[in-house]
């Protein structure tokens, strides 16, 4: 069973920067295909950033692109995102997010594992 645990959210200012982190275990980390995504109440759970395990490609969502960065490092089983110049609307439960391969990065519905999230509030 993989176990994915998030750390690292937290309140801040706009324009401030966090990065978020995700431990994974119970599985050879280095052929996971990883992704980060966030939820409102009320809205359903959207991609904010993908990493490959093969090729280290990465893909964002347009809202994030150019302010956000997925990082990982294999010999620590951790998936990073590191969020710079944030915004009010960045606030959610951000989730990392986990599976073998991904056809399409951006689709919530081919991962496999879930962590629990964590909270990101940004105050205006």
């Known amino acids: 069973q993989v176990q994915l645990v998030e750390s690292g959210g937290g309140l801040v200012q706009a324009g401030d920067s966090l990065r978020l982190s995700c431990k994974v275990s119970?599985?050879?980390?280095?052929?996971?295909?990883m992704g980060w995504f966030r939820q409102v109440p009320g809205k359903e759970r959207e991609f904010v950033a993908a990493i490959s395990w093969r090729y280290i490609s990465t893909y964002y969502a347009d809202s994030v692109k150019g302010r956000f960065t997925i990082s990982r490092d294999n010999a620590k089983n951790t998936v990073f995102l590191q969020m710079n110049s944030l915004k009010p609307e960045d606030t959610a439960v951000y989730y990392c997010a986990a599976v073998g391969s991904a056809r399409r990065p951006d689709n919530k519905e081919e991962y496999d594992y879930w962590g629990q999230g964590t909270q990101v509030t940004v105050s205006s």
């Open positions: 119970g599985r050879s980390f280095s052929t996971l295909f």
